[in-house]
Each structure stands twice: as structure tokens, then as C-alpha cells.
């Protein structure tokens, strides 16, 4: 079943008419490593599986898929919105240090870092085009978490199993992120289903990247996504099939995805080509769905004014200042708004906008997400007991 409050919550959390209002601290992304540690305490056994990108509307779309309908008949689903962005980079970093994206700093597939004093690619480790794990800075002190839910597991004598892509497994992220737990790299899917559900004590982590892989490449409404969505959801389905007494399987998403063009993307750097001389790094952070600029000291009004000119209504475009007095980001550390930039381009439903510079800053894909549509930024926590 739904739960009711969370359900109202979600759907109440507006800003600026369609677009969502982050829950931070309650029904939010961010209250998710707090639950899977209550579940910890509470069962012998968690599975924890982020499905990337099977957002709350995907979700509902198939419904009628057997693990759709049995967690919402027999589990208990509780409905978040995603924090800001709604990214990968946010969401798997806040899931695997316990903290917030206003205190992690990591908010985006590109975006400013200061150990590396330019922009990079914080999972990849590298500067933006360039080969990963090649940034060439301490890692540990160009990730310097606080915390991780690992070691805070660990301090509870809850031993932690994690199961991943053996393509990125190893990475420097993963590495820092998750240390402390005994990584279990696959190949095949299969064989991470059959290794979680073997796992005898603590919790284990499963993260399934199919949908968001197919979306980005094919579209969301694609024949691909809609194949690869019934495929995790069927590996779901095998996983609930695989439980026993004393589990409980909790799934989770880091956000949705909409529709994009690359044909239709509105690059800043064309539309108005001295927008460049404006900037103090060259490219931008974020996505076609969130765009970032650092600007000049005493610019950001040019900035400000001459993107809303151009725009118009296909976008906003605001001050950053804006949007974390709004509490867009929640509660805001120095580590993040040093990061952040100073000028935010939101483009509306329907449209993206970017920096064209390839091979790095180019719109190539035909799903995307970062933004604070519905579709891309309400989520949710579900949880089946064995």
C-alpha cells in the first residue's frame, strides 16, 4: 500500500505551479539512508536495490508488472521527491554517505570542484571528455565525506555487502564511498540476485542501472526502456521470489526521466555567443535539464538578464541565490555553494538547454533528467517483508 501522508505530501510540494517543491528532510530522497538503517536495526537481513531512474511515474506506468503490483498490495510504498537535482551524482552520493546533497557538495554529472579548480565528473573522477580516473588529485581528499552509511553500519556490527557493475566497481568513488563493505562486482544480473538473496546477515546493496541506460539512449516512452524497465522489474519479481524469513527487501529510486531531442536543444553559447567572456569557467555545470554558470564577479544581472531576453518562456533562468533562499537545495553548506556557481537555467517541460563544446558539453540523448518536473524529481521508497 501507499502511505497516505507521504502520498499528500508529495503531491502538495509545489513550486513556481507544476514544478516540485524538494521535501528535504522529510519526504525526500535525503531521508532515505535513515530508513534502510531503521530497517538494519529492525531485520537480520535488508536488500537495498537502487533502480536508476524508475522514478514514481514510471513506476505507476507499470503497474501491472508482478513486482509492481505486489509491492504495491503487499509492501509498503512511501512516496519521496527527489532532492535537486535529480541526478545520479546527488542520489548515489547521498545514499552511500547518509548525508544530504547540501552537505555532500556532490550534486552533477559536471560541476565545479575545487581540489581540481575547474569543472569534472565527480564519478568518473575526470575532468569533463576526459579519460576516467585520470582527475590526478588525492581522491580521498577530493571526496572527503564526512561519513558514509558503510561506517555507520559498521559502528552497529551491521556488515554491509555491495553488488555492482564490474565496469565501475572499482572506481575511486565506489572505492571511498563504500569502504568497509566486501564488494561483489557481476558481470551478469543474474548472479547479483542470486548473491544478495544468499547473503546470511547485514545489509546488501544491489544497484540495476538498465532503465536509466535505455531511457537516456532511446527515450523514456522507447520500445528499449519499456524492455529494460519489465526486465528490472522482473529481476525484482526473482529477488521477492528468493526471500526468506527475517528480510526485508527495500527498492528505491534516484529519480525519472522525460523526453528529450538533441535537435531541439538550445545551446547558451550560440544563442548568445558573448555569453562566454561572461563566465568565470569555461563550459557549464549540470545537464540539458539544469544548467550551472559560474560568472564573473559583477555580472551575474547581465548574466540574469540577457538569458531571460533570449529564453523567454522555454526556460528560467535565476540567480542561485534564488533558489537556495526558496530551499531548493535544503540546507546549504559552504562545500556546496562554492560549487554551485551563481546563475541557474531550468528549462520548462519540453525543452533543454546546454553549452556546445564537443566532444565534452553536447546534447546527444533522447531521455534526461536533473530538473524539478514531476516526472523527473518524485521518487519513491517501497519495502516488501519476507
Not at 554558470?293 to 540567480?319: F, K, Q, S
Amino acid at each position: 500500500m501507499i502511505e497516505a501522508a507521504s502520498e499528500e505530501a508529495v503531491e502538495g510540494a509545489r513550486w513556481r505551479g507544476d514544478r516540485v517543491l524538494p521535501l528535504c528532510g522529510s519526504y525526500c530522497f535525503d531521508t532515505v539512508p535513515d530508513r534502510i538503517e531503521a530497517l538494519c536495526r529492525a531485520h537480520e537481513r535488508v536488500i537495498v536495490v537502487l533502480a536508476d531512474a524508475l522514478g514514481w511515474h514510471r513506476l505507476c506506468a507499470f503497474a501491472d508488472e508482478p513486482f509492481a503490483a505486489r509491492l504495491l498490495r503487499d509492501g509498503l510504498v512511501t512516496r519521496l521527491t527527489t532532492q535537486f537535482p535529480s541526478t545520479t551524482v546527488a542520489h548515489v552520493t547521498t545514499l552511500c554517505t547518509g548525508l544530504p546533497v547540501g552537505r555532500t557538495g556532490f550534486y552533477e554529472w559536471f560541476q565545479y570542484h575545487e581540489a581540481a579548480n575547474g569543472l569534472v565528473a565527480p564519478l568518473l573522477f575526470a575532468r569533463p571528455g576526459a579519460v576516467p580516473g585520470s582527475l590526478g588529485v588525492d581522491a580521498a581528499a577530493f571526496y572527503a565525506f564526512e561519513d558514509t552509511l558503510v561506517a555507520r553500519l559498521g559502528r552497529q556490527d551491521i556488515p554491509v555487502t555491495t553488488f555492482q557493475n564490474a565496469s565501475h566497481s572499482a572506481s575511486p568513488f565506489s572505492r571511498i564511498a563504500l569502504a568497509g563493505s566486501t564488494a561483489r562486482p557481476f558481470a551478469d544480473p543474474a548472479d547479483a540476485l542470486s548473491g544478495a538473496a544468499a547473503v546470511v546477515r547485514g545489509m546488501t546493496f544491489l544497484y540495476l542501472d538498465a532503465v536509466d541506460s535505455a531511457c537516456h539512449a532511446y527515450g523514456p516512452a522507447s520500445a528499449e526502456a519499456t524492455a529494460a524497465t519489465r526486465e528490472v522489474l522482473g529481476a525484482l519479481e526473482q529477488l521477492a521470489g528468493m526471500l526468506t524469513p527475517g528480510t526485508a527487501l527495500a527498492v528505491t529510486a534516484d529519480h525519472g526521466q522525460v523526453a528529450a531531442a538533441p535537435e531541439r536543444c538550445l545551446y547558451l553559447n550560440r544563442i548568445w555567443p558573448e555569453l562566454g567572456d561572461l563566465l568565470a569557467l569555461p563550459g557549464v555545470a549540470g545537464s540539458p535539464r539544469d544548467v550551472f554558470l559560474h560568472v564573473r564577479d559583477g555580472h551575474v544581472d547581465e548574466v540574469v538578464g540577457g538569458l531571460r531576453e533570449r529564453l523567454g518562456e522555454t526556460a528560467t533562468v535565476d540567480p542561485i541565490e534564488t533558489l537556495i533562499a526558496d530551499g531548493i537545495f535544503g540546507d546549504v553548506t559552504d562545500v556546496l555553494r562554492r560549487r554551485l556557481g551563481d546563475v541557474v537555467v531550468l528549462p520548462a517541460d519540453g525543452h533543454e538547454a546546454y553549452w556546445y563544446a564537443p566532444p565534452a558539453f553536447e546534447q546527444k540523448l533522447h531521455g534526461h533528467h536533473g530538473g524539478l518536473s514531476p516526472e523527473e524529481a518524485h521518487t519513491w521508497f517501497g519495502v516488501l517483508e519476507a
